[in-house]
């Protein structure tokens, strides 16, 4: 019998790689930080908060507010793992009323980076610091400081350099920091929110008195007038939301926000209640955009579902459903007038004849472009294009990538030697446009048809020489939400080769000077929303066919015409010649069908003729 001692292959981890797991499943980048810090001040009472960060919160994380504070013995407690003033018992858990209540987060900030903590209360004479690296305390000492806790996070991960080579950019760390910024002030608009990035002021909340001033302040007023308000009381939740007016849908997601008790959370349930809301108001390819606020007992609710605090259940799931789906179904079904709290703006001029923009090829058909617009008194009117703005041949577009772009998207379009003739028969409901082309009768659907036109000439462009830009002769002020400026701000230099020019104005503003010189009139704000989308997952994407398609998809969707605009023949003529000159392709950029197409033989089988 052998005499050696079985040491075992399981052991306990030490206590520093038990925090850094942790820290895994709460820290996961700089935002996740920033979120947690607010939290905290949210819950200790503060009005004011301040977030200071530096190379997108790499090197720099700093959260000041006017709270309660801390005794010194409850500072030491904070950085202790599962040591928190809001459970006592296993039955808090059921009733959570806190935005954190885990008790991880503090310490696992603090195990991968280097912390200071300063907190006073208003009732004691002296304050509290401590110091802290990888999770331990290296210092506590008294200190002169204000009421309220300052929280600051420097070197994040720098001891788990694993983790930290998986961050993105600072410009896209900092958009994550905006986003989160702006989620923690909207349902919170008696609170002052001020974020600086780098020195810099970049978004300053002050308070206001109400919901819709707050999402006024975080997405613009344009979106609030362009949403209904609504409020409803349940047999499960009370309701309170803003949510897009069908006419002003647009192909983004954003914004998409659900607040349950004040905590910005994502939620199928409520998310599928909203689309089947919709489901009979929104062209296919479209989305609502909405800010909910659900107030629910916090008893029916169970919170503790996930580390970052994201992802809620609801006991009452069917009833949330059912109030959600209702109230905005109300909200949709109410005439314009009796929705006071909007503002309805018609996309056309009414009671005019049609400008030349607004002809189905915006102005190219009459030797014109639109691309350059004159504002005055409110309308918008064509502007003849420059000669010197032709896009000169021979020339590729440099920068982005080196590799050919979309050189194999589909086979090359039939183009045959000749073209069917095509004869305008009419259009049915202003939508779909009724033709004989050849010996086809086609029905055909004028925005995709269109769309498909638009995207094949901008990709021909973009593979023969850099997409021209027409100046506007009156720069266009866009709006965006904070962190959708940061990632067009880390863009402007690829957008300029597609013939998109912005110019900062603003922590969240930009000038646009010019837009591709094939596009007519577009709204360019709801244009710049979308485009944001697709930028966001610029860096995830390979390949340069993967990064510009949706992009060329996007401009050509913009400047398409629309569903609902009436066309007299020689227009319908023009735009099935043109889609006849791309190769008849059947689907537009995004997947939609373009038309229906009979062949002689399939007409004469039908009347019985064959």
Request: aromatic residues 6%; charged residues 25%.
């Amino acid at each position: 019998m052998s005499g050696a001692i079985d040491t075992g292959k399981i052991r306990l981890l030490s206590g520093d790689v038990i925090s850094r797991i942790a820290a895994g499943e709460v820290v996961e980048r700089p935002a996740a930080v920033v979120r947690e810090l607010i939290d905290n001040s949210l819950d200790a009472g503060s009005t004011k908060i301040t977030i200071e960060v530096k190379d997108g919160g790499m090197s720099l994380i700093r959260v000041v507010d006017d709270g309660e504070g801390m005794s010194q013995k409850d500072a030491s407690m904070a950085f202790r793992h599962h040591a928190t003033s809001k459970v006592v018992s296993d039955q808090d858990l059921l009733s959570v009323t806190t935005m954190g209540f885990r008790g991880e987060a503090l310490p696992s900030i603090a195990s991968v980076s280097k912390v200071r903590l300063i907190t006073a209360r208003r009732e004691e004479p002296v304050g509290t610091q401590l110091l802290l690296a990888g999770g331990e305390i290296e210092r506590v000492e008294d200190v002169a400081a204000p009421a309220g806790t300052q929280v600051e996070v420097k070197d994040l991960f720098y001891n788990t350099p694993a983790r930290k080579k998986f961050l993105k950019t600072i410009t896209t760390e900092f958009s994550r920091i905006s986003q989160a910024v702006q989620q923690a002030s909207l349902p919170r608009p008696g609170v002052q929110f001020h974020l600086r990035h780098n020195g810099q002021d970049v978004l300053h909340v002050p308070a206001v008195s109400s919901l819709r001033d707050r999402v006024s302040q975080v997405y613009h007023r344009r979106f609030a007038d362009q949403c209904l308000e609504f409020q409803a009381d349940g047999p499960a939740c009370k309701l309170q939301g803003y949510t897009i007016n069908p006419m002003y849908a647009r192909s983004g997601r954003t914004p998409q926000d659900l607040f349950v008790n004040c905590r910005p959370v994502k939620n199928a349930t409520v998310s599928h209640a909203v689309y089947g809301a919709y489901e009979a108001s929104l062209a296919k390819g479209r989305h609502p955009l909405f800010v909910l606020f659900l107030e629910v007992d916090p008893a029916r609710l169970d919170v503790n579902v996930h580390p970052t605090k994201r992802e809620v259940r609801f006991l009452d799931q069917d009833l949330i459903h059912h109030s959600v789906r209702q109230a905005i179904r109300s909200a949709l079904g109410r005439p314009a007038s009796e929705a006071s709290t909007v503002r309805l703006q018609s996309p056309h001029r009414v009671g005019q004849p049609d400008s030349p923009q607004r002809r189905y090829d915006q102005g190219e058909s009459q030797g014109q472009v639109s691309g350059t617009l004159l504002k005055e008194k409110g309308e918008v009117y064509s502007w003849p294009r420059p000669a010197s703005l032709e896009p000169s041949s021979g020339q590729r577009p440099t920068g982005l990538n080196s590799q050919p772009a979309l050189i194999q998207e589909h086979p090359l379009p039939f183009e045959p030697v000749t073209r069917p003739e095509v004869i305008p028969l009419g259009q049915i409901g202003k939508t779909f446009l009724v033709a004989q082309v050849g010996t086809e009768l086609q029905v055909v659907d004028q925005h995709t048809a269109h769309e498909r036109v638009l995207f094949e000439r901008l990709r021909g462009k973009w593979e023969g020489s850099a997409i021209a830009s027409q100046p506007l002769l009156i720069p266009d002020p866009i709006d965006v939400p904070l962190h959708e400026a940061q990632v067009l701000m880390e863009h402007l230099s690829d957008l300029e080769k597609l013939g998109l020019v912005l110019e900062p104005f603003g922590a969240s503003s930009f000038l646009l000077r010019a837009v591709p010189a094939s596009l007519g009139h577009i709204d360019h704000e709801a244009f710049i929303q979308d485009l944001v989308e697709d930028l966001a997952q610029w860096n995830s994407l390979s390949s340069l066919e993967a990064r510009i398609r949706p992009i060329l998809a996007t401009l050509a969707c913009h400047g398409a015409v629309r569903a609902g605009r009436g066309m007299d023949l020689p227009e319908i003529k023009h735009l099935i010649e043109d889609w006849v000159k791309e190769g008849l392709p059947m689907t537009c950029p995004h997947g939609r069908r373009v038309a229906l197409r009979l062949p002689a033989e399939e007409l004469a089988k039908i009347f019985g003729r064959a």
